[in-house]
């Protein structure tokens, strides 16, 4: 184990091991060349009832699936997730009005329907559909499938004008 560096499932045996032999943290510490901390948290995270409950035992596969746990979980959560009603908005609004994405944008701001920090840029929905963006089973090519179809016949999807589109100078 390096310092700094995450414990991989092979530290977390070498502390299942030392620890049932009933080392010291500050002794596993020293074998795998991390803080003792270090070692008190992963017991603590990796603990647990044995034998109806009545025996703690660390267990290092499970310490190791409760550390892949909170690293799923952990980080900044995409805008996509966090401006779903913007999104929903775009989505109306193409689907229905044949908007291209930088008049659903140009007139959600131009009109306050929603705040500059509510929205996601032109260039966040174009680098969206251009990595055929994934999440929680939601593909965004459900809300603008049209565009998908059309970027798949371009280079970038930044080159992608609506000419057919109604833009916010229409208006």
């Known amino acids: ?95 229905n009005h044949g908007w291209s994405l930088d008049a659903c944008v140009g007139y959600a701001l131009a009109k306050g329907i929603f705040q500059k920090d509510q929205v996601v840029s032109t260039k966040t929905l174009y680098m969206l559909i251009s990595q055929d963006f994934t999440t929680q089973a939601i593909r965004l090519t459900d809300f603008l499938p049209a565009v998908f179809l059309l970027c798949m016949t371009f280079q970038k999807c930044e080159d992608l004008c609506f000419s057919s589109g109604t833009f916010i100078n229409s208006f």
């Open 1 to 95: 184990h390096q310092k700094g560096k995450h414990l991989k499932l092979n530290d977390r045996t070498t502390i299942q091991e030392l620890h049932s032999k009933g080392y010291s943290n500050r002794a596993i510490a020293r074998e795998l060349n991390c803080s003792p901390s270090t070692v008190g948290y992963e017991l603590k995270r990796g603990t647990v009832s044995v034998y109806t409950g009545n025996v703690k035992r660390y267990k290092a596969v499970e310490g190791q699936s409760t550390y892949e746990l909170h690293r799923s979980e952990c980080g900044r959560k995409s805008l996509f997730l966090r401006r779903h009603k913007f999104i929903d908005y775009v989505s109306h609004c193409f689907h």
